[in-house]
């Protein structure tokens, strides 16, 4: 075979061999001889084979599970609590230069921050404040992960495993407070209802008529049950009788 051409094919596959196809949401950090030498944008690139090498990073928001992490708080009540870190790499020259796997020093950093910040408070105020753990764990791990070239985007705290015994005991308090709302509800209803009665009564006090047509009302009612029988203890004429309008 024609050396020249076995020549033009050797250079033909080595520069083939350099082409490098970086993603819209990817950076590829170039080194020449382990030296970093420049960030490679997306797009078509060509690096030196053998001689050069790539190392990329994902520039999209990425989501890491904190692991349940065991927490004594400060009213000395022992729970699991387990959350979500979201980042980005917002300097991927930082993220790779300057920490090893940041990923998993990011993790590290959110469980430490975590077991601190919910263990300087008390149950109730994790129970109910949530979003601002989130934000004290958020502001402790970004202040290490800004030198990294890591941006915090949010810290959520997922999931809250108490004891047993613990569990039962805030049921029992959880039902003992619906009882109390619904006596009170209950008290005010009868309240009203004596309120009510108590001004009616002083109406038909007030108006002989009052009392004929309430007494026809409960005749009515009670006609509405066809096996009924109607007695009276006194004659009709016996009740006030209703003033005539004057023309």
């Known amino acids: 075979m024609n050396p020249v051409v076995i020549f033009i094919v050797l250079i033909i596959v080595f520069l083939l061999s350099g082409i490098r196809i970086i993603f819209e949401y990817k950076r590829a950090l170039k080194f020449r001889f382990g030296k970093y030498i420049s960030t490679l944008q997306p797009g078509l690139r060509w690096i030196i084979p053998i001689v050069e090498t790539i190392q990329v990073v994902d520039i999209r928001v990425i989501t890491i599970n904190v692991d349940s992490q065991e927490v004594m708080t400060e009213d000395n009540v022992p729970c699991s609590i387990d959350g979500v870190v979201f980042y980005k790499v917002s300097n991927p020259e930082k993220a790779v230069l300057e920490v090893e796997q940041y990923n998993y020093a990011i993790m590290q950093l959110a469980q430490a921050a975590l077991r601190d910040v919910c263990g300087k408070v008390e149950l109730d105020t994790i129970l109910s404040k949530r979003e601002e ?26 999931d809250i495993q108490l004891p047993e015994n613990m569990r039962r005991m805030m049921a029992n308090q959880a039902e003992a407070e619906r009882s109390r709302r619904a ?52 004659p009709e004429e016996v009740l006030p009788k209703i003033p005539k309008e004057k023309n």
Do not use: C, H
Request: aromatic share 6%.
């Open 133 to 158: 753990m989130g934000k004290n764990i958020k502001a402790i791990v970004e202040q290490e992960t800004m030198e990294w070239g890591i941006q915090i985007i949010d810290v959520k705290i997922k």
């Open 183 to 234: 006596r009170i509800i209950l008290a005010q209803a009868e309240e009203q209802a004596a309120q009510n009665l108590l001004a009616a009564g002083k109406i038909i006090d007030q108006s002989p008529s009052a009392i004929k047509l309430r007494l026809y009302q409960t005749l009515a009612n009670i006609a509405s049950e066809k096996n009924s029988t109607i007695l009276f203890p006194f």
